[in-house]
């Protein structure tokens, strides 16, 4: 069984920045891709970031581009979301998921290619 923990959430204003961890168990870590999404309030859950096994594919959602950095550690079992220039909408609670392929030099969007998520955590951007 995988575990998958997000942390970093929290409120800020308009503009602010924080920084998301996602700490996965496993042995296998280093050999997924891992993504972030998203979900609003009334809304459906949406991606916004991946990376690859390997750390050297990354792919954003449009409304996150320039703005928000996905990275890892895997000596530490760690995939962050840097998240600057936060806005109003970026509100929501961000989940973290694993991919369920491994060693894909591709990045995905779909969340059902996505086998192991967290609780989440919420994130709150006041104007």
């Known amino acids: 069984q995988v575990h998958v923990v997000e942390s970093g959430g929290g409120s800020v204003q308009a503009g602010g920045s924080l920084r998301l961890s996602c700490a996965a168990s496993?042995?296998?870590?280093?050999?997924?891709?891992m993504g972030w999404f998203r979900q609003a309030p009334g809304k459906e859950r949406e991606f916004v970031a991946a990376?690859?096994?390997?750390?050297?594919?990354?792919y954003y959602a449009d409304s996150v581009k320039g703005r928000f950095t996905i990275s890892r550690d895997n000596a530490k079992n760690t995939v962050y979301l840097q998240m600057n220039s936060l806005k109003p909408e970026d509100t929501a609670v961000y989940y973290c998921?694993?991919?369920?392929?491994?060693?894909?030099?591709?990045?995905?969007?779909?969340?059902?290619?996505?086998?192991?998520w967290g609780q989440g955590t919420q994130v709150t951007v006041s104007s």
């Open positions: 496993g042995r296998t870590f280093s050999l997924h891709g």
């Open positions: 998921a694993r991919d369920s392929r491994t060693y894909s030099d591709y990045t995905h969007t779909d969340q059902y290619e996505y086998d192991y």
């Open positions: 990376i690859n096994w390997s750390g050297r594919s990354t």
